[in-house]
């Protein structure tokens, strides 16, 4: 440490009995001591309830093991978890139906953000209110987010399947939970509704930031709306952009609740994802080893992934 | 600039049009609760209850232990919370303010630690509280949910400690203050919205979560939470949707309050660690 010279022998920081100066603490020589102290209980904890079981699942992920061999001894350490998983054709679809739907609902979530916090951001009577029901679906939990679209898409008393056979736009109700590529598309809509406001409140702090004065320059000089939001809104909204996509990504990419009670990863696995995979493969079929491989590589995807977000920061952490 | 009347219109249109179209889903969960079980397997639907009943409501409430789940979402959700907040008021502190060796690692870990797929960490801690025997006890969500909930709140808390100027506790320890008091005494009294806001998004953190509860307690249905329990509602044989819709609209009801005073907190929280 450098910091500490500067004070140390300021009269005022001797202790009272005048004598000569104790080791303490609190002397400014000492402030890392400190600093490591206030960082002792979160890194045991996390040491106890993050680092360990990581390090643990991934001494899983080589082992062939499956649960009721679980704790009692170690299994040989062998690679056939990866093997198999690079050889299955289950895992390929898995990365597919991830990759499809992170980016299906990350550009509809985009636009749907972008769009609302745009409207939000004109002024008009009403617009707190306005704003306010815009960002509601965000808070709605996962599970309910998914009950609620549960019911409205239910294959025989849904409002949405009475709505399209009334208005003519199919012939007959739609079990959509149960067809593939409907269920795909049933979890996009829950997941934009989810997802959206997210984005839209992001922006709208981002829109915010942007000088009014450089629309009215624009407008000046004859530049159309169009013109304005190409020029103007999109290039100011640059910064939290970046972000705004990382994290959608990030959550669709790690969801587990709307996919599992929607559909549990089917039909025919069309909405299983890897983060699904993972747990399917631990909990249903109870093959820990090879669920703990899954779970290794969805993690070294997530930690590339927040990796882009922290190094997008412009200035150090500190 | 001034809008002509037809722009006005227009933008109204669209803005009631919107709104109408994205809260829908919940206007149709409200509506659905509050109707008879026999109309809800009939067509045309009814969009507005002529007699809105309350029947759904008594239902879960005389039928489902309901109220114990809410009782261990919340146990759950303050203990978690609780012991989460204790260890990353002084992680986040410490991250803010002393540059010592090693804190700007932590500091990353942490950052990276909010991104960790939690079905991959389920795997782990399944094996170990199989081990300590805590499967189907409240103990073990207690703990899971520390392991989102803690990376969260340390970022929440230092960039918030990051807006408090040093100088009040250099003049509290020129005062007598040693760094500890001055952080309990000077810091944390003025941070109180912000811990205020941080302890709350960790109750909604906990409230939410349902891999954690479903994998954890699915064989103890006394230890429920309010979600796998409402979850449970569906996939009997005959599915009463206005018991499912009063259900969740009870245990989301907590969740939706909380985000009406969280919501410029979150903004800065969730970037936090990134640029503004």
């Known amino acids: 440490m450098t910091s500490g010279i500067i004070g140390q022998d300021d009269p005022a920081r001797r202790p009272f009995n005048g004598g000569a100066p104790r080791w303490s603490l609190w002397q400014p020589g000492n402030r890392h001591i400190f600093a490591y102290l206030l960082l002792l209980p979160a890194v045991l904890l996390t040491a106890a309830i993050i680092v360990y079981p990581i390090v643990s699942a991934i001494d899983l992920s080589f082992q062939k093991i499956k649960i009721a061999k679980l704790g009692r001894s170690r299994a040989p350490w062998t690679l056939a978890n990866y093997e198999e998983l690079f050889l299955s054709a289950e895992f390929y679809q898995a990365i597919w139906v991830t990759i499809s739907l992170v980016a299906t609902v990350t550009i509809l979530s985009y636009v749907i953000g972008l769009a609302t916090a745009v409207m939000v951001n004109q002024r008009f009577a009403g617009r707190k209110l306005a704003r306010v029901l815009v960002a509601v679906p965000w808070a709605v939990p996962s599970v309910m987010a998914a009950i609620i679209w549960w019911w409205l898409f239910d294959s025989s008393f849904g409002l949405i399947n009475w709505a399209l056979v009334r208005s003519g736009l199919s012939s007959e109700m739609i079990p959509w939970l149960s067809t593939p590529g409907a269920a795909f598309f049933v979890i996009v809509v829950v997941m934009v509704w989810k997802g959206y406001p997210f984005i839209s409140v992001i922006m709208l702090a981002g829109l915010q930031s942007i000088p009014l004065e450089l629309y ?103 | 600039m001034a809008r002509s009347r037809t722009e006005t219109v227009i933008l109204y249109a669209v803005v009631i049009a919107v709104i109408i179209v994205l809260v829908f889903p919940l206007y149709w969960m409200i509506n659905t609760s509050l109707a008879p079980a026999t109309q809800l397997r009939r067509f045309p639907p009814v969009f507005v209850q002529p007699e809105p009943t309350f029947a759904a409501y008594e239902s879960i409430f005389a039928e489902r232990p309901i109220g114990v789940w809410l009782r261990n979402s919340a146990v759950v959700a303050v203990a978690s919370t609780a012991l989460s907040m204790f260890v990353s008021v002084l992680a986040g502190y410490s991250i803010s303010r002393i540059r010592a060796r090693g804190s700007q690692a932590i500091g990353l870990f942490f950052l990276m630690s909010r991104m960790l797929p939690s079905t991959l960490i389920i795997i782990p801690l399944f ?150």
């Not at chain 1, 999109?234 to 599992?260: C, N, Q, T």
């Open chain 1, 216 to 318: 009215d320059a624009a407008k000046v000089d004859g530049a159309n709306a169009w013109h304005r939001f190409r020029f103007i809104t999109l290039p100011g909204l640059r910064s939290v952009r970046g972000i705004a996509l990382i994290l959608i990504m990030l959550w669709v990419f790690r969801d587990f609740p709307i996919i599992y009670i929607l559909t549990g990863g089917g039909p025919q696995r069309t909405t299983q994802t890897l983060a699904i995979m993972t747990y399917q493969e631990a909990f249903k079929f109870h093959d820990f080893g090879f669920a703990a491989a899954i779970g290794v590589i969805t993690l070294v995807i997530s930690v590339i992934a927040s990796w882009f977000m922290v190094r997008r920061t412009d200035e150090p952490l500190y």
């Open chain 2, 127 to 276: 094996v170990s509280f199989r081990q300590l025997q805590l499967i189907g006890d409240l103990k073990s969500l207690v703990l899971a949910h520390a392991t989102f909930i803690t990376p969260f709140a340390v970022w929440m808390l230092k960039g918030y400690f990051d807006t408090i100027p040093a100088e009040l506790e250099d003049a509290a320890m020129i005062d007598g203050c040693t760094p500890l008091t001055a952080l309990l005494r000077v810091v944390l009294p003025l941070s109180a919205p912000g811990l205020a806001a941080t302890t709350l998004y960790g109750f909604v953190l906990s409230w939410n979560d349902f891999v954690f509860a479903r994998t954890f307690l699915v064989a103890n249905q006394k230890a429920w939470t309010v979600n796998v329990g409402v979850a449970s509602l569906k996939g009997e044989y005959l599915t009463e949707w206005n018991v499912i819709m009063a259900g969740s609209l009870i245990a989301m009801l907590p969740i939706v309050l909380a985000y009406l005073f969280l919501e410029r907190f979150l903004v800065s929280g969730l970037t936090a660690g990134s640029s503004k």
